[in-house]
């Protein structure tokens, strides 16, 4: 569900051009340095630079958009359906027959590559605002006049509807925004608050402290987002403090908290000396230890990954509750996870 339209991107064909090319200079973004042999011209980018030339610079949700849910992504889930539905054959073929290169099939299969996390991470795209001296603008990907079959970053000549989410408060001069986590959000709470339930969160994230998450990733190195378009993953960090706004008071949240805290209150201290203490084999000895490590380590997961929990205030402590709209938190002791468990 998309909760910002594109209201307005007609007349900004006609301004665009002349847009401030977009000071943004987060670590992850892009340089806007890389040499021409550098980026090479995908099927992705032709339709990006057509659709950025027929109708204006697009937002960075539409680009993420395009990108994580392109023609050939949407192919691939079809195959990967089919495969599920038929019993998840270890081995299939996957066969193209027609004139050409195989260049469809080549972008099926790096989709088979990509789309697990892309199906695991709900396909959530943000907006990027940032500060002026005219005030919050949004952030566009436009062609780069300068260079043929290249991208880059500019800045909306006016307002656009992504400024709503802003603070009035808000101390950062960059703000990554996200309205369909916040609808889904709304509906947990609602629906927590009503029925009963609980939701737990986990991801990468921050507290509304950080600026500049947004990144890609391609055989797990960070990739310049703007670089060959549809071959690396593109992803951002969530910000639990816009979560907690959004659930607006209706149910308590807990967090968000690292991962190895969480896990550590969860007592996977208790179950790993378990799980070894059952094993004599040194291989999955060794695996266990390696597991942990990774889980636990802050240098690796253990600080990388938050939790983040909802629940109806009446789960805290016999109903006694704190409607706030920035954070409820009495009694968090009694929900695992976010306390340390007593082991008997």
């Not at 099926?108 to 002026?132: A, M, P, Y």
């Not at 706004?245 to 308590?252: D, I, P, T």
């Not at 908290?257 to 999955?284: C, Y």
């Amino acid at each position: 569900m998309t909760v910002l339209v594109r209201s307005g991107v007609g007349p900004l064909c006609a301004v665009a051009r002349a847009a401030i090319p977009s000071i943004w200079r987060g670590k992850y973004f892009s340089s806007g340095n890389e040499p021409a042999e550098n980026n090479p011209v995908t099927p992705m980018l032709r339709h990006l630079m057509y659709k950025i030339k027929s109708t204006g610079p697009i937002t960075v949700a539409e680009y993420m958009k395009e990108v994580l849910t392109n023609p050939a992504k949407l192919l691939g889930i079809w195959f990967i359906s089919e495969w599920m539905a038929t019993g998840k054959s270890t081995a299939f073929q996957l066969v193209e027959l027609g004139p050409g290169r195989g260049t469809l099939v080549g972008d099926i299969l790096r989709v088979f590559t990509q789309l697990g996390s892309v199906l695991k991470n709900c396909d959530i795209s943000v907006h990027l605002v940032e500060k002026t001296p005219q005030g919050w603008r949004e952030v566009f990907i436009d062609i780069d006049p300068q260079v043929s079959d290249k991208l880059r970053f500019v800045l909306a000549p006016s307002a656009t509807p992504a400024e709503a989410f802003i603070q009035h408060d808000e101390t950062r001069d960059h703000v990554e925004v996200c309205p369909d986590a916040g609808v889904i959000i709304e509906e947990l709470s609602q629906r927590i608050a009503l029925t009963g339930g609980a939701a737990l969160v986990a991801d990468y994230g921050h507290d509304g402290t950080k600026t500049d998450t947004f990144r890609g990733f391609c055989g797990h190195k960070l990739h310049d987002v703007l670089i060959a378009p549809g071959t690396a993953d593109l992803t951002a960090d969530v910000d639990f403090s816009y979560l907690r706004r959004m659930a607006q008071g209706k149910v308590a949240s807990l967090g968000p908290i690292k991962q190895h805290t969480f896990l550590k209150n969860m007592g996977i201290d208790v179950r790993l000396k378990v799980l070894l203490d059952k094993s004599n084999e040194p291989s999955v000895r060794q695996q266990l230890l390696q597991g942990y490590d990774m889980l636990m380590n802050p240098k690796k997961m253990g600080e990388r990954f938050n939790f983040f929990a909802l629940l109806p205030h009446e789960r805290l402590e016999g109903g006694r509750h704190q409607r706030n709209a920035r954070q409820s938190k009495p009694f968090a002791s009694l929900v695992a996870g976010f306390s340390e468990l007593a082991w008997q």
